[in-house]
Structures are given as C-alpha cells and as structure tokens.
C-alpha cells in the first residue's frame, strides 16, 4: 500500500490523470515498430525503461516487436492512424513529429542521443586530428539517416550532409563516399562492435562531439491515452524513487557507451535544435544530464 500510495502522489505531483489509474492500472498489450532486418541493438535499454516505468505505474503489460520493418516516418504514421499495427515507439524528439499523438516528454537517455561522435574510416583519423573550430568541420561531408531529425540540425548548423537508409550509411562511410557518420555517444561503438565483419575499417573518432538538445522519447498511439499516461506517471515515479537513476547508471548500453567515448574530455561543438516544440524545450532540467 505504501508504494501505491507513493506512485499516486508522484502521479498527482506530475498533473497526470489520475482517473483511470487509480486502481492498479490495467493489461496493455504493446507492440513498438521493427526498426531494421536482424534486431537492433539499441532496443534493450529502451525496453527496460519501459518495463520500469510499467512496473512503477503497477501496470500489467505484455510487450512484442512487430513482424514489419518500419522506418521513423513510416512507425509515425501508423501511430497516427491509431490502426493498431503498433502503439508504441520511442524516437527523436521533434515538433513535426508529434502530430497530434501522445507524448511522453522524458527523454528516455539523458539526451545521451543529442551527444554526437564520428563513425570515420581508421585511416582518416589524421584529418580529424586537425579540426579547431566548426569551420574546419564544415569542408567535410556527413552521412545520416533519411527522414532523420538529425539531418535537419546538422544541415541548419551549416554542416554538409547526404542521406540514405542507416545501413547504407556505413557502407558509405566504409567506401569514403562521405568522411564521417555522426552517432550518439551510446550507439556507436555498439553498433560497430556488430558489424566488423561487413566494415572492418570504421572506428570511432576519438577527439570531436557534436552536442545538441535531443533525445527519444516515447510516443503512443492516437487512442491509446491510458499507456501513454501510464508510461510518463511510472517515469515520474521512477525518478522520484531514485531507480532510474540505478538503472541509468548501471545499464552497459549507457555506461560502456560513456566510458568508451568520454564525451567530457572531447573538443565540443554546441548546436542548436530548432526542431523542438516549445514543450519539448519545457522539459525539466533533472530529465537531462547537466
């Protein structure tokens, strides 16, 4: 009863609705978008912050990947139409993106995704070694995703980009079609750690971080309101009760990415985001790291 008690009042505290979770809340059956053929190796830390945030809402919930591949644009289209193919998918923050849908505004990685490092050929390390100041930077060419957030702040900051699917990307970075492919500071070396056998000469760049606000976030399905509430009450809870913040700062996604990036010892260039909605720029300072 007391942990009930507590989750209410940190739902209370949060002006979530409280009406249909004041009882344990109810069964959701989740099903979020496969992202690309062969897993992905971002999905687990995600999904534990969603079993936390559940858990903390005393929520029952069964959660599955569904059987179509679905790019960004696609996931947040099926979302909108509320078809149930999916109601669930976490990505960048972005006001184009929300379209009306339900947002739960806590980034689910600190804004770790926002903290960029290079995905480059090892033999162009150099190069990079000689990058001062942003200028430098700007006579090189980045690669990112189609329909990506991150092209359009990187193309706003004066960057040179070009765009294809992600894997295609690698490719173009292994063949020196572009010179870099920025990741965030937990995805990169996971996701080459995977693929070694297909581009064995990528490395991450040891020297440079783009930094800009953004992170995921969770978006829920038009018509599904009671997950969505759920999520962001159980996300409160959590980081009320301090076991976000354990999880955060024990899981190896997160943790093996910061100790292999360093991101505090690398020459930083700050960008803006002109992409948030005014609530996303809104979100509190203890969601983010400082």
Not at 104 to 118: K, S
Not at 175 to 202: C, I, K, T, W
Request: charged share 25%; proline share 3%; aromatic share 10%.
């Amino acid at each position: 009863m007391h942990r009930r008690r507590f989750v209410l009042a940190a739902l209370g505290a949060a002006g979530v609705t409280l009406c249909a979770h004041a009882a344990p809340a109810g069964h959701f059956d989740i099903v979020y978008p496969r992202i690309r053929v062969g897993g992905d190796v971002h999905a687990a830390y995600a999904l534990a912050v969603l079993d936390l945030a559940m858990k903390a809402a005393n929520a029952s919930y069964s959660v599955q990947q569904a059987e179509i591949v679905m790019e960004r644009g696609r996931a947040l289209a099926e979302l909108a139409r509320g078809n149930n193919t999916i109601n669930l998918h976490w990505t960048s923050m972005e006001a184009r993106a929300e379209r009306g849908l339900n947002v739960v505004r806590i980034p689910i990685h600190r804004g770790l995704i926002g903290y960029r490092v290079f995905v480059i050929r090892k033999d162009r390390q150099t190069d990079f070694d000689r990058i001062e100041r942003f200028s430098d930077l700007q006579a090189f060419t980045g690669g990112q995703g189609l329909g990506w957030i991150d092209t359009d702040i990187l193309k706003a900051a004066g960057l040179n980009v070009q765009t294809s699917t992600y894997e295609t990307m690698f490719e173009m970075t292994q063949s020196g079609r572009v010179d870099y492919f920025p990741r965030g500071v937990v995805e990169a070396f996971a996701e080459l750690e995977g693929r070694r056998h297909r581009e064995p000469d990528l490395v991450v760049e040891n020297r440079l971080l783009l930094k800009y606000r953004s992170d995921f976030i969770f978006y829920v399905a038009t018509g599904h309101e009671a997950l969505a509430g759920t999520i962001e009450g159980g996300l409160v809870a959590a980081y009320r009760d301090g076991s976000y913040m354990r999880l955060f700062n024990t899981h190896p996604y997160i943790q093996d990415g910061l100790v292999r990036t360093k991101p505090a010892s690398r020459k930083t260039f700050q960008l803006d985001n002109p992409y948030l909605s005014e609530a996303d720029r809104s979100i509190p300072d203890e969601y983010w790291m400082s």
